[in-house]
């Protein structure tokens, strides 16, 4: 006999998201291992004991890595994925009728939070997987990537003579230490030619950019990522980011 499921919602459920996501489900075993109730008092200082209550700040720090995890590009689609995995629900501390936060709350709260929080934050989960005994700390593997700035081209500027001399007294010095005492003398063959270049150019929206270029890609402003990974458990232990014009 064929069957046909005919499904109608039901008006009122009994409904717990614990039976519902598997003992070996990634989410459910990150979230009994994973602490970050220290991020309470280290965010304290970020708020007013009146008014509207925020997001919660454990709640916020965990759907960036979830963002990161799933490789979502956006905040809008960090909620819209998370609103449908009962697992990332169950991770997140939300029940299935709970309305997540805006997309638009999670832009807010990482501009809100200084780079001293990310920081404590990245030291605090690496000691904890130290802990764990995930790290082997025998070797560990460096590299860079450049990311782009969030500056147009358009933004570019001459610099001044005077914002630039202490740069450029210090580049001639650097050139001595390498054992090239004429190289901060000769122009390069771009600034021959008359092109851009980070030595006479400067961005108005983000002076700290530089001007770089990926191999077949048109250039443009960016940043210079590097990280180190542990090789025998791919743990990130440090990162950060660097001028562009920087070689690692």
């Known amino acids: 006999m064929q069957g046909r499921k005919n ?3 039901k ?4 409904f717990q998201l614990s039976d519902r996501i598997p003992e070996d489900n990634f989410y459910r075993q990150l979230k009994g291992v994973l602490d970050l109730q220290f991020l309470y008092p280290a965010t304290a200082t970020y708020y007013g004991t009146e ?3 925020s997001i919660d700040p454990v709640v916020f720090f965990k759907l ?3 963002g990161y995890l799933e ?3 956006s905040d809008r689609r960090i909620v819209s994925n998370s609103s449908m995995r009962l697992d990332i629900l169950y991770f997140i501390g939300y029940d299935i009728e709970e309305q997540l936060p805006w997309h638009s709350t999670l832009s807010r709260t990482r501009q809100l939070y200084e780079e001293a929080v990310f920081n404590q934050l990245f030291k605090a989960v ?3 997987c130290i802990e764990k005994g995930m790290l082997s700390g025998r070797r560990q593997a460096i590299d860079s990537v450049l990311v782009k700035a969030n500056a147009s081209m358009d933004s570019l500027k001459e610099k001044e003579v005077f914002e630039d001399a202490l740069l450029y007294t210090k ?3 650097e050139s001595l230490d390498e054992e090239q005492p004429h190289a901060g003398l000769v122009p390069s063959t771009e600034e021959k030619r008359g092109k851009r270049s980070n030595k006479t150019r400067t961005s108005t929206t983000d002076p ?3 001007m770089a270029v990926k191999p077949g890609k048109v250039t443009k402003l960016n940043y210079l990522s590097q990280l180190s990974v542990d090789t025998e458990s791919y743990v990130i232990t440090h990162i950060g980011a660097f001028h562009a014009d920087k070689r690692d």
């Open 171 to 173: 580049q001639l010095r």
């Open 208 to 210: 700290d950019s530089r």
């Open 126 to 128: 690496l000691k904890q």
């Open 64 to 66: 960036m890595l979830v």
């Open 11 to 14: 008006l009122f459920t009994n």
């Open 51 to 53: 008014g509207q209550k």
């Open 7 to 9: 499904y109608q919602e």
């Open 71 to 73: 490789n979502q590009p």
